[in-house]
């Protein structure tokens, strides 16, 4: 597939998806997903075992939290924030070769984990998302992006054209001895960091890469409890969405 370029920068909507689901207490439950890729990227790995001193989810609570209140709640200079968070993480990778966390390609695929867990975060715990309004989000995505002041060289210019970069990129994920250091943790969110997120959900919203390579297998019982407790989520959502949403709903 030929790639497009990324449409032109537009505010995010007050009522966008983006800003309905990403300070979402369910995103969180789903940042394990996008936390087992990071770790098999060996120079996101090698980042994090050289400059994180904190523990990883104490890091992610940290950067996570800072990241949705770019998007949702803005700021003057969102741009210098993420210059002054980044510009020291550089180093080289287990290969010996240089990375620099503010290079585009780099900076991109970290991104592109959340964005693959924003979606699989909706349509697990949420509802399924039609093609229009996976779309509509993924757009939102892309402004949200724009927001970090990097080079939008390697954005894909829709979900379709998306979908295949984030293929193509999980095919040179590696489980090196960092991501090997970090594993257990990347697997094991404290309470303090997401809420409660029991094992056999973290099991489940593993992305099927790094499950193969992380060797993250489904127990018994797993299933039955998983549906449990998406179920649960999914009717709370239903009993607790505002009224006046609903008239300035994006399509679904």
């Not at 998302?129 to 080079?151: K, M, N, V």
Request: net charge positive; glycine share 4%.
């Amino acid at each position: 597939m030929t790639r497009s370029p990324a449409p032109a920068k537009r505010e995010i909507a007050h009522h966008s998806l983006l800003r309905r689901y990403l300070p979402d207490r369910r995103f969180l439950l789903t940042l394990p997903r996008a936390v087992a890729l990071q770790i098999l990227h060996p120079a996101i790995a090698a980042s994090f075992t050289e400059h994180v001193h904190t523990g990883l989810w104490a890091h992610k609570k940290r950067t996570v939290d800072r990241m949705i209140g770019l998007a949702c709640h803005g700021h003057p200079d969102p741009a210098r924030v993420i210059r002054y968070a980044h510009e020291h993480v550089k180093g080289r990778d287990h290969t010996g070769a240089r990375y620099h966390a503010l290079t585009p390609e780099l900076f991109h695929f970290q991104h592109a984990t959340y964005v693959d867990t924003l979606v699989t975060a909706v349509e697990i715990y949420v509802r399924p998302l039609t093609p229009a309004a996976r779309e509509h989000l993924y757009q939102d995505c892309c402004d949200w992006y724009r927001l970090y002041g990097i080079s939008t060289r390697p954005l894909p210019g829709s979900w379709p054209e998306f979908t295949e970069y984030f293929t193509d990129a999980l095919t040179r994920l590696h489980r090196t001895q960092a991501a090997d250091s970090l594993a257990e943790q990347a697997l094991n969110p404290p309470w303090w960091a997401l809420g409660v997120v029991p094992g056999f959900a973290v099991r489940a919203v593993q992305h099927e890469r790094a499950a193969e390579l992380l060797d993250i297998t489904e127990q018994s019982g797993d299933r039955m409890e998983f549906a449990a407790f998406s179920a649960a989520l999914r009717a709370g959502a239903r009993a607790h969405v505002p009224a006046d949403r609903h008239p300035r709903r994006p399509p679904a």
